[in-house]
């Protein structure tokens, strides 16, 4: 039976302080803040590779990322019967800043009453009073520090810059439709149209990485490791005393102060449960005793599911013109070299966070507005046809009542976890999925945007009825990469808290895990805004002692 490591029997190749694992959007803020003290030694490991992709840095090149699947650690949901037996992608970021050199930089903190919620489940340092410091920490905001929003932080915040008349007419026909028009959600309040909110610097995508870690790189008392497979934590009882990982060889090193996981929500729990921390009956099935038993590890899965309306536009717009090959490779060089252009933001604009029900207590539904097709290439005349022009709406449930989980498909550390999203398993889901179909049409009807609608073509004027707007839903449901949860933090009363609040495993000796996968459950809208705000306080925990 594998599982913990007995005192004495450990080899290491090398010592440090601190050995973290994933150099994500949380691993990165912790690498930089912990070198900070010059007197102590910092190990970052990450499995994926630099950061050096151009299309990594210019923003329009992240849609190609995705659906290209580069820097991503490849993974699916096992298939489930309420999205139609599909296999739902579950992209996640393998390069160096994770997910936040992959994702489409919207900055989004979520609800204030999301914190209140944590602090009233039995957080109570967990409000949005005591997360606000951390969030006014870590961020550069163009408008300048107020009551709400920081100035001069590590990480550059900044209105969507596109431009289209098309994402005017969204906005105003939102107000026509009579929902509120916010200034800025990410101040005192979030329900509302609004300007879309970007971690963009200078027409380059900030990541944690660009903001974080390539700055800390000059100190040092920074070791970083790309290529580096983590395979276990390495335990003398409950103490965390080093990682085992493969790096063209089996290594392991010890950490003198504290072992930090930021692997993520698939990675982190998979790492606790191969070094012996989780379900005793589920490690069993493996071979893997259980050193610590915690029930939790793994399971409580939450991600936010989306549905998606695509409509013609009447005529093309400037995305389309701006595509034509020989102009979007110009603009494109000109991003690289430093010049802001078109290619340095995306084209969206307008978001909304609406209640679908006055019962809601918060905001229940995001729509993401794209003012593009889904399907769109660079062009050139008499050589390759051009697409046809439209934009989108994804309707995004952002309170979801769902839970799923991740397992051990074996003890091999490189065999991918199985994911069970369980997907729209609760009817609370559905309802804001199905009203969310029925605002975005509404919205598209509307008076202000006739002059840009030339018809909704997916699902199309056929999809009216309830059944076939849930087929539809059914059929195309995917994520819009938010996992969260699988290592929760909770009190003593929550039998399924895998950390405490100061993201310290519970019944284990100098182990934390921090990042999204922490999470009691999930913000409303995107969520690698909290996912850093919880690595800068995880951070001022472990240079505190904890406290």
Known sequence: MRGATVAGQARFDAEYDYVIVGAGSAGCVLAARLSEDRDVSVLLLEAGGWDRDPLIHIPLGWGKILTERRHDWGYFCEPEPNVDGRAVECARGRVIGGSSSTNAMAFVRGNPGDYDRWAAGG?????????????????????????????????????????????????????????????????????????????????????AATAYLRPALRRPNLTVETGAMAHRVVMEGRRARGVEYRRGRIRRVAARREVILAGGVINSPQLLMLSGIGDPDALARHGIDAAIPLPGVGRNLS??????????????????????????????????????????????????????????PLPDLQILFTAAPLAAWPWFPLIRRPFRDGFAMRLVAIRPESRGHVALASADPEAKIRIHQNFLSAPADWDSLRAGVRIAREIAARPEMAPFVEAEFFPGPGCAGGAEIDAHIRKTAITVHHPAGTCRMGSEADPLAVVDSRLRVRGAEGLRVIDASVMPDLPSGNINAAVIMIAERGADFIRSGGQ
């Open 123 to 207: 957080l109570p340092d967990w409000s949005y009073e005591h997360v606000l410091p951390w969030f006014r920490k870590m961020e550069d905001w163009e408008g300048g520090a107020n009551r709400w929003r920081g100035a001069g932080g590590p990480l550059r915040t900044q209105f969507c810059r596109y431009r289209d008349p098309l994402m005017d007419a969204f906005a105003a026909a939102g107000r026509g439709a009579g929902y509120p028009w916010t200034e800025d959600y990410n101040a005192e309040r979030q329900e509302g149209f609004g300007r879309l909110q970007m971690t963009i610097r200078g027409g380059r995508r900030c990541s």
């Open 303 to 360: 991600d936010h599911v989306s549905v998606i309306l695509m409509f013609h536009r009447r005529s093309p717009g400037p995305f389309h013109r701006m595509m034509r090959a020989d102009r979007i490779a110009f603009d494109m060089l000109r991003t690289w070299l430093g010049f802001e252009g078109f290619s340095g933001d995306v084209p969206g604009g307008v978001v909304a966070f609406l209640r679908t029900a006055p019962d809601r």
